[in-house]
């Protein structure tokens, strides 16, 4: 296995740190399809699976687990709806929890997509 140490990328024209790359970049997400009735993850990096907890309620489990609880987790609507709500938390370091509710405050199930940022374990 080789090994590629580099300081910055550059495309020529703007240079950037390697640190603000890695660091910045998504370390979990995905893309979920058919979740009003049985969710299934259309594309994902470093997700290994999806639970229905109940109408607008989905567990996600990451493949490799997060240094802490206190990453950065945002989840977004792939449906237009008005007054769509979408709440995300951890649930330990391994998993994170998205929460869909509607514009009167009820759960409700809706595609959506969610990333997670943060240190890898």
Do not use: C, E
Not at 46 to 73: E, K, P, R
């Amino acid at each position: 296995m080789s090994t590629l140490s580099v300081s910055n990328i550059s495309d020529g024209t703007d240079t950037v740190g390697t640190s603000y790359v890695v660091n910045g970049s998504a370390k979990a997400w995905l893309q979920i399809g058919n979740a009003a009735s049985t969710p299934t993850i259309n594309n994902s990096l470093n997700t290994t699976s999806i639970t229905d907890l109940g109408t607008g309620q989905f567990d996600m489990t990451a493949i490799n687990g997060f240094a802490n609880n206190d990453s950065s987790f945002t989840a977004s609507n792939r449906s237009v709806s008005t007054g769509l709500g979408v709440f995300t938390s951890a649930n330990g370091n391994t998993k994170w929890v998205v929460y869909l509710r509607n514009g009167s405050n009820a759960y409700t199930d809706y595609n959506f997509s969610s990333t997670v940022h943060g240190d890898l374990a």
